[in-house]
């Protein structure tokens, strides 16, 4: 199980992100090799026939990417680990060609997996090579999960719920004014469902403790860019359209949603006190790449029809 927030990008760890042209999680990484660095995309694949719990193998000589048994995994996997990636990926370059020789060692003689992982971990390394199976035609790294990955635990990790865009509420801790509130004046801690279906009644919210429970619950966005990829030699296109959506907790995100399939592609929970510049440079670069994925086809910059009077929004000018 893995979950791509962007919010869990840190000083010492990658945000585990999903790829909708290859239907896999990945996460990238910046790679130091011979005193250069680069950015490098590691794909996650689930496979279920043998691997046992904590365990991923990298298949560094064959396709170069990633495996692991998703039974084993009970909470969201949400980040990997900058050291631990470094680490694995210099110990597969330095010791390429020696992997037989390592695989063949000893101390790994008649273990399984898990033995092996057990064996290394007293040691402090984060993989070592074994010999090629019945899945695998090269010798392969075997990775421990448990450095490499980091799940999500810390409640201060759980983003909040969307704002309902029907709900007035106004305290000295929050204020949520609906664009649907008809009334003049506001009842202070008093929150107020201005859905269409209550016009000219003030209704109270019963679901001001919980959003997400209510029926009519719309979460209160904004667009702020639409593009469109038309793809290449067809009459089709998907739409996406990057939106600003306001959190009950005071915060908002960033969200790329895919409209022509009805689904989030990413979520990028923003503090607060976050500048608008650097928010701005992060959602583009996701933006960008995942229109990368599209470069057979082309790629335009929509109107935003919601919002006629609003300036060039900042993602518009980035991608134009």
């Known amino acids: 199980m893995f979950k791509y927030d962007t919010s869990f990008d840190t000083d010492e760890t990658y945000s585990i992100r999903f790829s909708s042209s290859y239907n896999q999680s990945y996460f990238t ?43 084993f995994i009970d909470t969201p996997i949400v980040s990997v680990s900058k050291q631990t990636i470094q680490n694995v990926y210099t110990m597969a370059t330095t010791t390429s060609s020696r992997a037989e020789e390592y695989a063949g060692s000893v101390i790994f003689k008649d273990k399984d997996y898990s033995q092996i ?74 929150p107020s469902c201005s859905h269409p279906s209550f016009a000219d009644k003030h209704m109270p919210c019963h679901f001001f403790e919980n959003f997400s429970l209510c029926p009519m619950h719309e979460s209160k966005s904004e667009i702020i860019t639409q593009v469109s990829v038309n793809h290449a030699n067809t009459d089709n296109s998907t739409v996406f359209s990057v939106r600003k959506i306001h959190l009950s907790n005071m915060e908002y995100s960033y969200s790329v949603f895919n409209n022509t399939e009805n689904q989030t592609v990413f979520n990028v929970t923003v503090p607060p006190e976050t500048p608008e510049l650097e928010v701005s440079s992060h959602v583009t670069q996701l933006l960008e790449e995942l229109l990368d994925s599209y470069k057979e086809d082309t790629i335009q910059v929509l109107p935003d029809s919601l919002h006629p009077e609003s300036k060039q929004p900042f993602i518009a000018s980035a991608l134009s």
């Open 29 to 71: 990484a910046e790679i130091e090799k011979d005193d250069q660095s680069f950015s490098a995309n590691f794909y996650l694949n689930p496979f279920e026939d043998f691997l046992s719990p904590n365990v991923l193998i990298y298949d560094y000589f064959g396709s170069g990417e990633m495996f692991f048994n998703p039974n």
């Open 117 to 190: 992982l057990e064996t290394i971990d007293p040691l402090k390394v984060p993989s070592c090579w074994i010999p090629p199976s019945k899945h695998f035609q090269n010798y392969t790294l075997l990775v421990s999960m448990s450095q490499l990955f980091n799940h999500e635990s810390s409640p201060e990790q759980v983003t909040s719920p969307p704002v309902c865009s029907h709900v007035t509420y106004v305290s000295p801790s929050k204020e949520y004014i609906s664009d649907h509130y008809q009334f003049a004046n506001m009842i202070d801690g008093y």
